[in-house]
């Protein structure tokens, strides 16, 4: 096995909805979102089994935010992994909103 590893890039995937983290040409992860006015809500998070243990779902999560502050969007973090990441990432309090009733209505109708 070789001992160097594809530098993991993150890509924003807007047809589908999410960001995806790849190592070398393959897809280990995604975060999804969806959007409400100027808040991009995101619901979910994973990394493949094969790629678990390396970080990879934090530079995903924290290169998606940076995204989001770089579109002036605002972030609702539903999901539980970027909800525990930003209570350890305060640099993005400015730009995060709470999960309300309302947002989680709204995303629960948005995926049926």
Same mark, same amino acid.
């Given at each position: 096995?070789?001992?160097?590893?594809?530098?993991?890039?993150?890509?924003?995937?807007?047809?589908?909805?999410?960001?995806?983290?790849?190592?070398?040409?393959?897809?280990?992860?995604?975060?999804?979102?969806?959007?409400?006015?100027?808040?991009?809500?995101?619901? %979910? @998070? +994973?990394? =493949? &089994?094969?790629?678990?243990?390396?970080?990879?779902?934090?530079?995903?999560?924290?290169? $998606?935010?940076?995204?989001?502050?770089?579109?002036?969007?605002?972030?609702?973090?539903?999901?539980?992994?970027?909800?525990?990441?930003?209570?350890? %990432? @305060? +640099?993005? =309090? &400015?730009?995060?909103?709470?999960?309300?009733?309302?947002?989680?209505?709204?995303?629960? $109708?948005?995926?049926?």
């Amino acid at each position: 096995m070789s001992e160097t590893q594809a530098t993991p890039t993150v890509r924003r995937a807007d047809d589908r909805h999410r960001y995806e983290i790849h190592v070398g040409d393959t897809r280990a992860g995604l975060t999804a979102y969806r959007d409400h006015g100027t808040q991009r809500v995101f619901f %979910h @998070t +994973e990394v =493949d &089994d094969a790629f678990a243990g390396q970080g990879l779902a934090s530079v995903l999560v924290r290169e $998606a935010l940076a995204d989001v502050r770089a579109l002036g969007l605002r972030i609702v973090p539903v999901c539980p992994y970027v909800a525990k990441f930003l209570t350890k %990432h @305060t +640099e993005f =309090d &400015d730009i995060t909103d709470p999960v309300t009733p309302e947002v989680r209505a709204w995303l629960a $109708a948005q995926l049926g």
